[in-house]
């Protein structure tokens, strides 16, 4: 078991594999838009704080900045390039835009994972709920008011006013 | 104006001014959605070049320091970095930056790196050029600078002082611009007056919008042309190019600016031209792309604060049935280690010298200076904000102080309804508004009628319950000539947007703006007006996303600040699309063989009013002036490409008596907040706000309500944890999220939000610009804050430990001389 | 945010990873990450070697003694913890990982990881000397155990040295435990916290943010001038910082040392 800096690795993202020669030291941050020209997921900071990264790791919520990308080897990824299909959206894409729960849609593709991975585990959340799930995720344009309603939308549920 | 019915539950409120037959008014679906929401939005830094190269700045550790000297060798050395830039080259190869002040202002020089010595603890040193983001950042580490530190300067105060270090040895001074301001006549309101309220001290606390996307940029050189293009996301390009081209030696059009999706601005990327200047200096040397990405610590650290003012001997005379009379204050500016967009910030303020109220007697002595912190930009709510909230901090002292009630105070002293449009003591014109109807509803929605209920149920849980309101003006649409009265030698009055439409050879609407959008829907709105007037649907309209200056759709103040699309973009797509619209009816006339009066625009077809069935779908218009021409007469100008210049009607201003019409339209926002104070830790939580706006007529409904809560999220920051402090070396001690917390989803009140339509009497559409908002949370929380101490707030930003401070000190600093 | 050159393994078992760590002089293990990234990123710290432990079996899970002892694999997350039906034998563990930061944090980052970097403002160093924790290290020469009071030495640093691991966090069993914190907004980062626990005896409360380690203070009872009083007389030096003066980090001690030992009590009674 020797240390390396760099290694060859392995992942699925939205489907497709992928397998690279990566540095240790690269983030999976940086592979996902540089290297795998998926620049859907976006960076807001330096020290992850802003979520603008999350990703969903084997279905765990995460911030892909706080992690290598040798770490994510093996791994089956999910980034916002993966919700919907065929250029369709899906349910919560289309509840964003109809309750205009984006404006300058930097923190978007975060914040509609983090919704993904909510709804998924827990289909009817209640408001608190909600924002805690997008705790995680700052916004600078919309006071999360919209953000919150459109989850509220997608799942079914009464938006609050 | 009509009142729109509202189920009792939904605490919104909505009073709408007619509601026209069309798109505009109407919440239409977002263009800008699709791409965003699957993650295919195309900002700065998902562009790629091949063979690019990846800057990264060497940035001073000092917050004052002379550069003894720069060695790169060792940088150069490592494999795969592609080259530097040092300030000697920059020096060399480009002239300072264009300064707007007047002497000593005038003479600092701003160079795109760091010449001879550093101002500020992040400013770039060096730039260094490799094949990766990480090898540049490694290579940086080896760039070996040798400073010898000098005192720093981290107060506005301190910079006037005798003695003090001057940070710009050309200047001679640390100050960047000073005057007098003083309208009607204030000693003689004083004299009248029955009280005199006295304010030692205020402080505007410095704070920014922190942007989620930092700034940044990927310039190619063209050799064969010399024309950079920057593909980036500078907010305000026609300023940008104004500052740089002459910089780099070069015409204006050697400089093409390209954007496309931005993540949120705020105002923080208006002055990003010195480091797009070392990357072209980059991209020119090395013969390669070059990227720069702003990384979080370095937005925070040395790009763009808001203005950070104090307040000195504030005055204000009072009449006792709680009339004030005007105010006098020396009010002193810190705009960080360069001023770049300032000194206008020195005047910016003047749109709404009296606030809310009808004060006739105002007298401001005012100094901007220099400090070794981060440099400024017009950061949301610019130069407005800080005096609207000295305005509102007067209302509630003031209140206290003589004992009157804080909402029947504001109501006395309103401008009303019916006195608009009304002119300031400036000469500034508010076009119209109804703020004690807004301040009525905002205490609706709040239950202002069970506030002592609330105060008691609070006591029961061992909680201090607060209670306090900020009414603010939006004003937007600037006069450039505001400048001339800051310095008369400058070339800038009046204000400009561009937009282009035309009608293609498959009958495609093909819309380009001359603005920056960041969020703000420009794609969406300008679809709405331009479906209006031509009869088709927002789907039929393309609009173009971002700014290109090869579209030749801008002109030199083009870009989106100051609150103005609204006014100015809307308005030039909507002059646009008028000529358009009669070179199509001229056109299809000339087919149809009839007038143009007889033709109509309806159902994406021009066609004989009264005879549908003589008819040519836009298509077919645009095929024949574009592939099948002949026989139309060649003397008759159409082209069926429109472009057209908004100008708003401003006249110059009088530099003498420092009057004038500064803005076109001003926006309202009354907001009002319950806070709950622990008085035992002074922590606190907002725990109840209501927002009531009236920005006119609103184009797209929903995008104004989203500004509203955009801007309230930033205000409620402002005034609670976001606070850019220094140490006495100026490091910056709040760099990142952790420090510098800003709201989130968790931390947000539940909102109330209410609005009203006055519309503006001088705008195209009768909509007024909006989105800045002036900072009403700020206003809001700093009051409820106060009601809940009984003690007086005079910090904009108060983190916990203020408010503890607060709690445990007497209260001072406050005097009332009565007759 | 670009971190610099370093060399990653990832090792198979728990002996591995501890000779990896004896092994390379600069070697750090990597848990979740949620610290050591972020160090790694400002270049504050720049290991040689990461070790990462994440998938090792040995260091995950937790176990429920039938004496009601909670033993806790280093490597178990936040959100582990928040829904174990295990911990919730000990409820304040999960009521007090659901405050820290975020989902995604909670989702990666441990409770090894967290001891072990002692950033004086986390959670839970002040939480495991208040419960009275045990600390298992495991090294190159074997196992050894040490009382989380004792396990804190300064700030990012513990007993678990160069070439050491800490493999699980033993809880004893009790249920009487408080948290009281005064954070800069909903679940950010603490300006003081404090833990109090009534199980064994005389109150045991641990006041973190405040010291480079948490500082237990012990007063004679759980009344509320006690605990102020022991507060007080414990001569408290904290930081002055942008958030806090030492005077008020003192104050808020005292206070927030009073609230959790009132929730304590509660649950007690």
Redesign the interface.
Known sequence: ?????S?TITVDVNGVSYERDV?????LI?FL??DL????????????????C?VLVDG????S????A??ADGASIR???G??SD?E?DAL?QA???H?A????????GM?V?AT?LLERNPRPSEEE???????????????????RAIQAASGQEVS? | MTETTVTPERPLVVEETETKPGFVGQNVPRKEDRRLVQGQGVFFDDVKRHGMGYVHFVRSPYGHAKIRSIDVARALEVGGVYGTLTGDEVAILTDPFFELSTPPGAHIKDYALAVGKVRHVGEPVAAVVASSRELARDAAELVEVEYEPLPAIVDGEAALAEGAPILHEDAGSNVVWSGLFDWGDFEAAKAEADHVVRIERLHFDRFSSTPLECAGCLVEYNRGTGQWTMYCNHQMPGVGAIWMAPALRVGIDKLRFVTQDIGGAFGNKICLHPQFVACCLLARKLGRPIQWTEWRTDQHTANAHGNERTFLDVEVPVRSDGTMLGFSVRAIDDCGAFPRYEPLGCIIWAQVTPGCYRWRNIRVDFTQVVTNKSPVSPNRGYSRMQHLWLTERIVDIVARELGLDPVEVRKRNYVQREEMPYTTPNGCVYDSGDYARCLDIALELIGYDRLEERRRDAEARGKLLGFGIGSTLDSGTNNFGQSTLLNPELQFSGNNEVATVKLDIFGEIVVTLGTVPQGQGHETTAAQVVADILGCTPDDVNVRPGHDSYWNSHAGLSGTYASQFAVTGLGAVKGATEKLAAEMRKLASLVLGCSEDDIELAESQARIKGNPEAALPFMALGAILNANNAGLPTDVDISLNARYMYRPPFDLPDKERKYGNLTLTYATQIHACLVEVDPETGGYEIVDYAAVDDCGKRIHPQIVEGQVHGATAQALGAATHEIFAYDEDGNLLTPNFYDYHVPHALDMPPMRNGYIESESPFTPLGAKGMGEGGGAGIHAVCAALSDALGKTVTRSCNPYHRVWELMRSEDRGVTVESR | MLLREVEYARPASVRDAVRLLAEHDGARALAGGQTLVNVMKARAASPDVLVDLNGLDELEGIELGSDGTLEIGAMTTYTEIVESAEARARPILGEVCAQIADVQVRNRGTIGGNVCSNDPTNHLPPLMVALGATMTIRGADGERTVPAEEFFLGVYMTAAGPGELLTKVTIPAGKGDGFASLPIGRDGTCIVNVAASLDGGAPRVAIGCVDAVPILVRPESAEDDAVRGAVRAAGLQPPDDVHASAEYRRHLAEVLAARAVRAAKERVS
């Open positions: 078991m020797t240390p390396e800096s290694r540095e240790a030291r690269k983030l940086h838009r540089d020209d998926l620049t859907g997921s976006h960076v807001g900071c330096d020290t992850g704080n802003c979520g603008a999350s765990v919520l995460l911030k900045c706080m992690l290598l040798v770490q980034t916002v390039e919700l919907g250029g959206l894409q964003f835009s109809d205009h984006l404006q300058c849609g930097y923190c978007t593709p509609l983090s991975w909600i924002r805690r799930a997008i705790q995680g995720n700052i916004c600078r344009c919309t006071g999360y008011v919209n953000i919150v006013e």
